[in-house]
């Protein structure tokens, strides 16, 4: 499977700043996802990162709060905008080459906001 | 609504056998996945079943019943780096995944 490099892989914030985290992928990939997963919590997906266009957000996160970037089908970002206490998470991005075929995470990016 | 339920937590002993149960309600279902997740680190993928019955992988096994909305990861002969979350993961009819939250297996020596 391919190989999935994000960065930082942590980070201790101030609120109020913004953090960009770094997916890149050592192959081409037709889906990109981005993630946030709380202590002890399942997984939430924050958007589908799609490539040359905007990104498909899910019910309760806004691109002007969490913008996401594809520029091409090995590399995304996602940026945690005017960042608070509520947004200390593990942010994990993960790739899929097509539907119904299992995604693939990224080592994930531990964000402290103080 | 979407929902996936599987046990909080788990304590198995070293060299026995565990299965861990997950069921599930989607609209429309295109498989189910099995993750692994070690503490501080990312979900790694273990099985994936979209039609009725078992599928072995080496110390690991997967079940689904699609008319029960049902499923079971099996784990033999238990290692102490078995210890971990497992996650369930069903696939809807728009190939959205819908997590559970995971259960915690703790092994005991």
């Known amino acids: 499977s391919a190989v999935i490099s994000q960065k930082p892989s942590r980070d201790i914030c101030q609120r109020g700043t913004s953090l960009t985290i770094q997916c890149q992928v050592d192959?081409?990939?037709?889906?990109m996802f981005w993630y946030r997963q709380q202590p002890g919590q399942s997984l939430t997906l924050i958007a589908t990162?799609?490539?040359?266009?905007?990104?498909?957000?899910e019910s309760g996160f806004v691109i002007d709060k969490f913008p996401i970037s594809r520029p091409n089908l090995t590399f995304s970002t996602l940026t945690v905008s005017n960042m608070s206490p509520e947004d200390s998470s593990i942010y994990l991005c993960?790739?899929?080459?097509?539907?119904?075929?299992?995604?693939?995470f990224g080592d994930g990016t531990r964000l402290s906001i103080l | 609504g979407q929902n996936i339920d599987q046990p909080t937590e788990m304590t198995a002993t070293e060299g026995a056998i565990v299965q861990i149960n997950c069921t599930y309600q989607?609209?429309?279902?295109?498989?189910l996945f099995w993750y692994q997740q070690h503490a501080g680190e990312a979900p790694t993928f273990l099985s994936y079943?979209?039609l009725d019955g078992l599928e072995e992988k080496g110390r690991f096994s997967s079940f689904l019943s699609r008319s029960k909305g049902y499923s079971y990861l099996l784990l033999k002969e238990l290692q102490m780096k078995d210890s971990a979350s497992y996650l369930c993961?069903?696939?809807?009819?728009?190939?959205?995944?819908?997590w559970g939250a995971g259960t915690k297996l703790i092994i005991k020596p």
């Open positions: 993960s790739v899929q080459d097509r539907e119904g075929q299992p995604q693939h």
């Open positions: 192959s081409q990939v037709t889906m």
């Open positions: 990162a799609n490539q040359g266009s905007e990104a498909t957000y």
């Open positions: 989607t609209s429309g279902f295109n498989g």
């Open positions: 079943n979209v």
């Open positions: 993961a069903a696939l809807d009819s728009n190939y959205q995944l819908i």
